[in-house]
């Protein structure tokens, strides 16, 4: 197990340095900073990512910890499904870096996103295991907060509200919520584009998590 940990955590160092460098050459080579905020917005995605490694760390009896590490989990989980949304800009970058690299840009980008999302959400629904039911996480919980996190996209995405406006700027986070839950009819886009962000995202995790049973049932015999 802790070999398999390691050998992720090497390549999606890889896949960072390889962003770093292609986002290097875009400001080296054609002199455009544009997707320089994509260091950022991977630098948030990988928060909830190392706050995913103390839920198993946590003591069982310390009910106060563990509420804080996983709300503290919740608040930047959002930041790492995110980064797919980036996916927009590629019809609006600079007519001199071509297409196909900035596709390979974002797309990777994306890609590292959802990798270091989905394995934080996964160490989240083995914490929530210890307190509930598999029956009631995997069909209610974590398509819960899908649902959640997907709100926080769009709000991050489409109202350009931040993870940390929850405390630097509470009370005008928390009108523009209620305005969205209060007038569900109203703000219809809102709840339509929440939806398919949820169901995209709840289709890629269990996607990933049949993967590795899809990959061991493919093996072929080894040699004696």
Aim: hydrophobic share 55%; with cysteine; charged share 10%.
């Amino acid at each position: 197990m802790m070999r398999t940990s390691n050998s992720f955590n090497r390549m999606l160092t890889g896949f960072i340095l390889l962003i770093t460098a292609m986002v290097a050459i875009r400001i080296i080579v054609y002199g455009n900073i544009r997707y320089l905020s994509i260091l950022w917005n991977l630098f948030l995605a990988w928060i909830p990512f190392a706050i995913g490694f103390y839920f198993k760390e946590l003591p069982i009896k310390n009910k106060v910890q563990q509420l804080i590490v996983f709300f503290s989990w919740l608040i930047f989980f959002p930041n790492a499904l995110y980064l797919v949304t980036d996916l927009i800009h590629l019809n609006q970058g600079s007519v001199v870096v071509p297409v196909w690299f900035d596709a390979a840009l974002l797309f990777s980008a994306a890609f590292v996103g959802l990798l270091m999302a989905f394995v934080s959400l996964a160490r989240a629904e083995n914490y929530l295991l210890y307190h509930y039911s598999r029956k009631i996480v995997r069909n209610i919980l974590i398509p819960l907060l899908l649902f959640v996190s997907s709100f926080g996209v769009y709000l991050g995405r489409f109202e350009r509200w931040n993870s940390w406006d929850i405390i630097t700027n509470p009370f005008a986070l928390s009108a523009d919520i209620l305005h969205f839950v209060c007038k569900p009819v109203t703000n219809y886009k809102v709840w339509i584009i929440t939806s398919i962000f949820s169901l995209l995202y709840g289709f890629f995790y269990f996607s990933l998590r049949i993967l590795p049973l899809l990959f061991y049932e493919m093996r072929l015999p080894h040699k004696k």
